[in-house]
DNA sequence: TCGCGTATTGACCAGTCGGACAATGAATAA
DNA sequence: TTATTCATTGTCCGACTGGTCAATACGCGA
């Protein structure tokens, strides 16, 4: 007794939207074909009919994780600071803000990231996403270096933008792991009051 | 036909370690009760003779995991730093090193990471460790804070921890996924500076 | 020497997994 | 209308899982 036609191509979506579910409630492991179907409410038959493998399905699925997890959207709050320094603290509280707000997806990142060490294909799309994440921080470590690189010349940009990324991920390690014991406030304020002393105190 | 007696409690010793070396090349998921027996040449039956389920195996493989890549051993060579700052900078050198020659381990921490989000004695003793990991490097931040405390009131010792731990777990993620792009060196220097610039310029 | 406890094995069980596939239904072209 | 195409279903299969258990061989005290 087969079912009705499909909205054509919007089953894949609405498969991989019930494994992101899936995801977020077990874990990758988890996602299991019949789970997924049972979730988008069609049999397990029809979600191997659209990815031919399950290792197919689980890499559409980290595309739904690395937009929703290492894609960085600049609020207009964040570019709205004066210099580039207290723009990047901002950048870094809404990120951590971010993160606090759906822990959840950050778990399947670092799941993804370790079925990276040994699966290339992940390996490189989780890299190529770090890559792009750390350009929007490179864009505003660029604008405050300039002004500082007479005082010191070891900084790099890029190196900057890397250093902000281990921020907001440490953060994400560390707090998620133990919210009541882990000072998110102190922490911010370290992490910003070591970004603008690396400017010469502007006037 | 069974075989020779146990060497007494060597035995659950003897299990983890195997169970450690498939967990290195295969992720927690490959820790099946059959691989574990087979890596240790015994019957599978007799894992669970000694393990009575599954998740205690698992469990006495976390503090494996634990204690290889979340414990500290400040070595002599970064004691003898002469000034704190130059000291935590050296530590954060000593852990970076110590992950580049051992990536599989750190992998093996983030997935028990990605196991605490959803089970709760797992995450307890995970932040118990990160906590005794950031108590090592609070001790340095006590040393080079004071002095800097006329300038700067708002780093705490144990956010400056917090960061580090930041810097270290971070430096992890980026490098660890990606190791030809990312430049080590550069990160360091920079991690380094923004720690240094925290004290007034010491005499 | 004889038991006795226990470490050890292998066979077994129920469950779940990914995947293959024939059967069936609905939409579409002729 | 009829024929064709293809989305959809349920069933079936082999492999593997965690776990149970009776049978067995070993070490040790009596």
């Given at each position: 007794?087969?079912?009705?036609?499909?909205?054509?191509?919007?089953?894949?979506?609405?498969?991989?939207?019930?494994?992101?579910?899936?995801?977020?409630?077990?874990?990758?492991?988890?996602?299991?074909?019949?789970?997924?179907?049972?979730?988008?409410?069609?049999?397990?038959?029809?979600?191997?009919?659209?990815?031919?493998?399950?290792?197919?399905?689980?890499?559409?699925?980290?595309?739904?994780?690395?937009?929703?997890?290492?894609?960085?959207?600049?609020?207009?709050?964040?570019?709205?600071?004066?210099?580039?320094?207290?723009?990047?603290?901002?950048?870094?509280?809404?990120?951590?803000?971010?993160?606090?707000?759906?822990?959840?997806?950050?778990?399947?990142?670092?799941?993804?990231?370790?079925?990276?060490?040994?699966?290339?294909?992940?390996?490189?799309?989780?890299?190529?996403?770090?890559?792009?994440?750390?350009?929007?921080?490179?864009?505003?470590?660029?604008?405050?270096?300039?002004?500082?690189?007479?005082?010191?010349?070891?900084?790099?940009?890029?190196?900057?933008?890397?250093?902000?990324?281990?921020?907001?991920?440490?953060?994400?390690v560390q707090a998620m792991i133990d919210p009541d014991h882990f000072d998110t406030g102190a922490y911010l304020a370290a992490a910003q009051s070591l970004i603008e002393r690396l400017v010469p105190t502007p006037a």
């Amino acid at each position: 007794m087969p079912g009705p036609k499909a909205p054509e191509e919007t089953r894949r979506e609405q498969i991989v939207t019930a494994a992101y579910q899936v995801a977020l409630r077990t874990g990758i492991d988890g996602v299991t074909l019949r789970a997924v179907a049972a979730k988008a409410k069609l049999s397990h038959g029809l979600v191997v009919f659209y990815f031919k493998q399950k290792d197919r399905l689980i890499g559409a699925l980290l595309d739904r994780v690395l937009a929703t997890t290492a894609m960085l959207h600049v609020s207009v709050d964040v570019a709205r600071g004066s210099h580039a320094p207290e723009r990047l603290g901002a950048l870094l509280q809404q990120e951590m803000d971010r993160l606090s707000r759906d822990p959840r997806g950050m778990r399947l990142f670092f799941e993804y990231w370790a079925l990276g060490v040994r699966q290339v294909v992940i390996r490189r799309r989780i890299g190529a996403a770090l890559e792009r994440y750390r350009a929007a921080f490179r864009a505003m470590a660029e604008e405050m270096l300039p002004a500082a690189s007479p005082n010191g010349i070891n900084v790099t940009p890029d190196a900057l933008a890397a250093v902000a990324v281990s921020l907001v991920s440490g953060y994400a390690v560390q707090a998620m792991i133990d919210p009541d014991h882990f000072d998110t406030g102190a922490y911010l304020a370290a992490a910003q009051s070591l970004i603008e002393r690396l400017v010469p105190t502007p006037a």
